[in-house]
């Protein structure tokens, strides 16, 4: 059974950064696509970033060109480096594969404010 395992959240300024990792169990982390997901208060959870096994990356347009997802095979870890964050970033950030997720794990808070 897949397990993952969210951390690198934290309370942090507007304009600030945070780099969140996701260790991942399990033998077919090499071959699966990833995403860094993010659930607000009172919102639905979304997608906010999403690399291939062989590390092709998209973003949308809310966090493009602020969030860097990236993936180290031989950790089994991704990792979500977030720059410039805004107050709107503030949500519960989860790891999962892109298609046919596992069990989703606890999540690391991330609050912007200051």
């Known amino acids: 059974q897949v397990q993952l395992v969210e951390s690198g959240g934290g309370l942090v300024q507007p304009g600030g950064s945070l780099r969140l990792s996701c260790a991942v169990s399990?033998?077919?982390?090499?071959?699966?696509?990833m995403g860094w997901y993010r659930r607000a208060p009172g919102k639905q959870r979304e997608l906010v970033a999403g690399i291939s096994s062989d590390g092709s990356t998209n973003y949308p347009g809310s966090v493009k060109g602020r969030f860097t997802i990236s993936r180290d095979n031989r950790k089994n870890t991704v990792y979500l480096q977030m720059n410039s964050l805004k107050p709107e970033d503030t949500a519960v950030y989860y790891c999962?594969?892109?298609?046919?997720?596992?069990?989703w794990g606890q999540g690391t808070q991330v609050t912007v404010s200051s």
């Open positions: 399990g033998r077919i982390f090499s071959i699966s696509a």
């Open positions: 999962n594969r892109l298609v046919g997720t596992w069990s």
